[in-house]
């Protein structure tokens, strides 16, 4: 059993905020040639760090060997990586979903990786959590998911404790939360 390398690699991040970030800072020492992202907006002083290049989603979906979805939920990303995504993709492209299940539409992922439209996909997300052991997306070999564990770690959770605490603190006091996401 072979699976693809990052080496000389064009990695996609859908959403290079502070996870994204960490995923590239992470892939970096692999040889990873190229990283591109989109989003809602460009980051240059974040992307410098990795060489990062800013561009349209449909872009990054047929260019990169590795997409990444880490952005937020919102009404304009529910849904973005769909039969019209997967198309572009290349045949050898692997996805990888940490974000948010409903970014990515199942029934159309499903239909990509069956058919050998893409090669894999990785999901510590899904819609619903968790699947129902009945979904087709489980009969898959090239589809491997987790039970939304990825941050499962003793410092991960604490450290996103003591978030919630401070956001909290923040809130009670009128004063912005140290991570609000405005949309």
Do not use: W
């Not at 994204?20 to 240059?44: D, E, H, N």
């Not at 060997?65 to 290349?90: H, Q, Y």
């Not at 045949?91 to 990509?112: C, E, F, H, M, P």
């Amino acid at each position: 059993m072979c699976g693809y390398g990052l080496t000389k690699s064009t990695v996609g991040i859908i959403g290079l905020g502070r996870i994204g970030q960490a995923i590239a800072r992470r892939l970096k020492p692999f040889g990873v040639q190229r990283f591109l992202y989109s989003g809602r907006q460009p980051k240059p002083q974040e992307a410098a760090e990795f060489q990062a290049e800013f561009v349209p989603t449909a872009q990054l979906a047929a260019e990169a060997d590795f997409i990444i979805v880490t952005c937020s939920l919102t009404p304009a990303t529910k849904g973005l990586c769909n039969k019209d995504f997967f198309r572009l993709m290349k045949k050898t492209a692997v996805l990888v979903n940490i974000s948010r299940g409903d970014v990515v539409n199942q029934d159309d992922l499903y239909q990509a990786l069956a058919s050998g439209q893409i090669a894999a996909a990785g999901l510590d997300v899904t819609t619903p959590e968790p699947l129902p052991t009945s979904h087709p997306l489980l009969t898959l070999k090239n589809c491997v998911i987790l039970p939304h564990i990825g941050s499962a770690t003793h410092g991960t959770r604490n450290t996103m404790s003591l978030l919630a605490a401070n956001n909290l603190l923040a809130g009670l006091r009128g004063e912005p939360m140290p991570s609000e996401l405005k949309l």
